[in-house]
């Protein structure tokens, strides 16, 4: 027990990166966050876990994990949007499963039900909105497979701002018009996935649907941003998270 207490002491003032970076650490700030259940619109049950934050109301952000699952790691981010002062709610598109291994996260990614994650994500958006502790703002972020849903997410229902870490993006002008907020990207010049190509697309659609966007590209590749990953990259991941506060500064708070 006082071992316990000692790391939960200590996780208290450390930096995002180092929590991410050891798994000890991140599942003593995951533990603080609360398990929520809700049944979507479409009646199945789900389960999130969410961050509150010291003051409220607060605006509220919505996060979508990586193809690996609703782990640890996304929900010590969770708890560090909830410090600075969020309410926010870390979704599971995977019933509960979490991958270790690449083969893994691949299975339970193709696994996912295109018709249920919109379920899912519209739901839980839809239930953000209107907690007693939120403000009625919401943005979304996202990284890999979640930065991709963290987009849907704002298409399905209407989001204030949404942010994209190397993640799926549309080139469906008429689709992008639904989008009540700007988009951020988070893009690795390195990535053979999500490419310059498949982003200039997007960039086009959203010009033409005449709604807001801006991009950041990184000399990194795909993942850059997971301090567990071969690909990690410090100062690039720690610049594209200062963008990502100010941008949910700028959009969802005042």
């Known amino acids: 027990m006082l071992a316990r207490r000692s790391v939960?002491?200590?996780?208290?003032?450390?930096?995002?990166?180092?929590?991410?970076?050891?798994?000890?650490?991140?599942?003593?700030a995951a533990a603080e966050l609360q398990t929520v259940r809700i049944t979507t619109d479409g009646g199945r049950k789900v389960a999130g876990a969410l961050a509150k934050p010291a003051q409220a109301p607060a605006a509220a952000v919505m996060l979508v994990h990586e193809w690996w699952g609703l782990n640890d790691q996304i929900k010590t981010v969770a708890r560090e949007l909830a410090k600075e002062g969020y309410l926010a709610l870390a979704i599971d598109l995977y019933k509960g499963q979490v991958a270790t291994s690449r083969d893994g996260a691949r299975a339970l990614m193709g696994g996912v039900a295109a018709g249920e994650a919109v379920d899912t994500v519209a739901s839980w958006a839809r239930w953000l909105k209107g907690h007693e502790l939120a403000t009625g703002k919401l943005g979304t972020v996202?990284?890999?497979?979640?930065?991709g849903w963290s987009l849907n997410a704002s298409l399905h229902e209407a989001a204030d701002a949404t942010v994209v870490y190397y993640g799926r993006v549309i080139d469906d002008?008429?689709?992008?018009?639904?989008?009540?907020?700007?988009?951020?990207?988070?893009?690795?010049?390195?990535?053979?996935?999500?490419?310059?190509?498949?982003?200039?697309?997007?960039?086009?659609?959203?010009?033409?649907?005449?709604?807001?966007?801006?991009?950041?590209?990184?000399?990194?590749?795909?993942?850059?941003?997971?301090?567990?990953?071969?690909?990690?990259?410090q100062e690039d991941a720690q610049l594209a998270w200062q963008r990502t506060l100010e941008f949910f500064a700028a959009n969802l708070k005042g």
């Open 8 to 28: 939960v002491k200590g996780v208290a003032g450390l930096p995002l990166a180092s929590l991410l970076a050891n798994p000890a650490l991140a599942a003593a």
């Open 142 to 147: 996202g990284w890999c497979f979640g930065g």
């Open 173 to 233: 002008a008429g689709q992008l018009a639904k989008l009540k907020g700007p988009v951020l990207g988070h893009f690795a010049s390195r990535d053979q996935w999500i490419n310059q190509d498949m982003v200039g697309r997007f960039e086009k659609a959203m010009d033409a649907a005449g709604r807001p966007y801006t991009s950041h590209w990184y000399e990194a590749d795909h993942a850059f941003a997971n301090p567990t990953s071969a690909r990690y990259d």
